[in-house]
């Protein structure tokens, strides 16, 4: 299974971006997708969840900001963030939990910058 994670980017405090990530490979389904992010001198932490049956979880520093949303016809979650601020900035990753055995997949990671 390979992760391919786009839409990071640079914007100013108040914009918004919108990531991407397609899981691609065979042998696989998915039981969920998810966002993490890494701030640097951070720890890695949940940013947002989706099972394929519609469960999301968010973290309380993103709830009402960010959505995130899949396609599981195209084994695609997107994260729309919006009102970023600067203590967003980070690498995001996507994370796959895979069926049937509850493997576990990550992306390269995509780069969010927010100035102030």
């Known amino acids: 299974v390979q992760l391919q994670a786009s839409g990071g980017g640079s914007v100013q405090a108040g914009g918004s971006l919108r990531l991407s990530c397609t899981a691609s490979?065979?042998?696989?389904?998915?039981?969920?997708l998810a966002w993490y992010r890494q701030a640097p001198g951070k720890q890695r932490e949940l940013v947002a969840s989706?099972?394929?049956?519609?469960?999301?979880v968010y973290a309380d520093s993103v709830k009402g900001r960010f959505t995130i949303s899949g396609d599981n016809a195209k084994n695609t979650v997107y994260l729309q963030m919006n009102s970023l601020k600067p203590e967003d900035a980070a690498t995001y990753y996507c994370d796959l939990i895979a069926a049937p055995d509850g493997r576990r997949y990550w992306g390269q990671g995509t780069q969010v910058t927010v100035s102030s």
């Open positions: 490979g065979s042998g696989f389904s998915i039981l969920r």
């Open positions: 989706i099972t394929t049956g519609g469960s999301t």
